[in-house]
C-alpha cells in the first residue's frame, strides 16, 4: 500500500529551488531519512528501502526478505511458495526479494519524523554547493565586507558565506571597522562540518599580484608579465615585471596614466609604497633594477651561490640600503639574491673582494616609486 503526500513533495521541490539544490539530492534525502523512521516506529532492525515517487509524492517501503524453503523469522525470510506467487516462478531458493510493507499511517510518521534530517541534509547540501563554489578560488581574490571581530580574527561577509582573517595575516597598520569593504586573498578553503572555512589574508604577496591584474589590462591579456613579487605588509612592496613584446613599456603599462593604476592599488593597500621593476634575464641588471628608487654603478655576482656585490654612488647608499634596511631586503626578496652593497667610498677604501665574481657595470633600467 502506497502513502501520497503531493503536499510534501511540492513543498520539498520549493525548498530545493529556494536554496538552489537539485531535486534528487532532496529526495534521496528524505528516502535515507524514512528508513530511519520506518525503523524506528515500528521496532525493525529488517533492511528496508523507501521509495518515493518523484511524479506523485507517494511513500513506498520495501522489506527485503531471502526466499527459503521454511520461513523461521517473518522479518527477514519469505518462503519459496510466497516468493514464487508474488514474483514468480523464476524466483528460486536464497534469492533476495522486496516486499512492500508500507503502514496505512506512514505518511503522518514520515512528515513527522523526516522533517528534522531533511533539513539537517538541506544544510549540508547549502554547504557542499558553498565549498564547491569557494574550493577553485584558492589564490584568488575576494571582495567582502567587515562582518565582526572575534578575539584577534576578523570575519568578512563573503554574501553566501563568511571568511577568516587571522591575525597573523592582518596588516599591523591597519584598523578594521565594521562593515568596511576590503578586498582579501583566498589562502586556503577548507571542508569542514559546520561548512567551508575560508582563510584569507591581506599580507600575501599574491594579494599585491592580484590587484595588478585587476588594474592592469595588459596583465590579464598576458601581454605583460609579473616576474615576482616581495613585500612588507603594509610598509613597501616591490614587483618586477616584464614584456617580451619590446614595443609595450611594461613599468608603464603598471603605473597607468598619471599613476592611476598603480595608485588603485595603493589606495586598496592604504597607502604601502609600491616600487616598480623591471625584470631582466640578466642577473646583474635585475638586481641593480631591484634596488629602485636607488642608481647603481656596478654589479658583480657569483650565479652558483646567488650571491652579488654592488657599488653605489656615495651618495645613493642610505637610499640603497632604505630605512633600517628595508629597500635591500625587499630586493635580496624579489630577486632571490644576496646583495652587499657598499659606497663607491667603502669600495675604494676598504676594497670589495669579487674576486669569484664577474664585475660588470651597470646602468639602471626604467623604474618607478610610489612614496
Not at 511458495?81 to 510518521?109: C, H, M, W, Y
Request: aromatic share 6%; glycine share 6%; proline share 3%.
Amino acid at each position: 500500500m502506497a502513502t501520497k503526500d503531493k503536499g510534501f513533495l511540492d513543498a520539498l521541490k520549493e525548498v530545493g529551488q529556494e536554496k538552489g539544490i537539485a531535486p534528487e539530492v532532496l529526495f534521496e534525502a528524505v528516502e535515507a531519512a524514512l528508513v530511519s523512521a520506518y525503523k524506528r516506529n515500528f521496532n525493525t532492525a529488517s533492511n528496508v528501502r523507501v521509495y518515493l515517487e518523484r511524479a506523485t509524492g507517494e511513500f513506498h517501503v520495501y522489506a527485503q526478505k531471502k526466499v527459503v524453503e521454511k520461513v523461521e523469522n517473518k522479518v527477514t525470510e519469505i518462503s519459496l511458495l510466497q516468493a514464487q506467487k508474488q514474483f514468480g516462478e523464476s524466483i528460486v531458493l536464497d534469492d533476495v526479494v522486496e516486499v512492500e510493507v508500507t503502514p496505512a499511517n506512514f505518511g503522518r510518521i514520515a512528515a513527522q519524523t523526516a522533517k528534522q534530517v531533511v533539513v539537517q541534509r538541506i544544510r549540508e547540501a547549502e554547504r557542499g554547493i558553498i565549498y564547491e563554489e569557494y574550493s577553485n578560488r584558492s589564490s584568488d581574490i575576494l571582495t567582502g565586507t567587515v562582518q565582526r571581530m572575534e578575539g584577534h580574527n576578523v570575519f568578512i561577509d563573503l554574501g553566501k558565506t563568511e571568511a577568516v582573517l587571522a591575525p597573523s595575516e592582518q596588516i599591523s597598520t591597519e584598523q578594521y571597522k565594521h562593515n568596511d569593504r576590503i578586498k582579501v586573498y583566498v589562502v586556503e578553503v577548507k571542508r569542514t562540518s559546520k561548512g567551508p572555512q575560508i582563510l584569507v589574508s591581506r599580507t600575501h604577496p599574491g594579494l599585491l599580484k592580484r590587484l595588478f591584474e585587476l588594474e592592469v589590462p595588459e596583465i590579464q591579456e598576458g601581454t605583460v608579465e609579473i616576474k615576482s613579487v616581495a613585500r612588507e605588509p603594509g610598509m613597501r612592496s616591490k614587483i618586477a615585471v616584464f614584456s617580451a613584446n619590446e614595443e609595450i613599456d611594461p613599468v608603464g603599462s603598471c603605473v597607468g596614466q598619471k599613476g592611476l593604476r598603480v595608485q588603485a592599488v595603493v589606495d586598496e593597500l592604504r597607502g604601502e609604497k609600491i616600487d616598480i621593476v623591471k625584470w631582466n634575464e640578466d642577473p646583474a641588471k635585475y638586481i641593480a633594477n631591484s634596488l629602485s628608487p636607488a642608481k647603481v654603478v656596478s654589479v658583480a655576482v657569483n650565479e652558483e651561490k646567488k650571491m652579488s656585490r654592488v657599488i653605489v654612488p656615495d651618495y645613493q647608499l642610505s637610499l640603497a640600503i632604505g630605512k633600517e634596511g628595508q629597500n635591500a631586503r625587499l630586493a635580496a626578496k624579489l630577486t632571490g639574491w644576496k646583495i652587499d652593497i657598499k659606497s663607491e667610498t667603502q669600495a675604494a677604501e676598504e676594497g670589495f673582494d669579487s674576486d669569484d665574481m664577474n664585475m660588470v657595470n651597470v646602468v639602471s633600467e626604467e623604474s618607478f616609486s610610489v612614496d
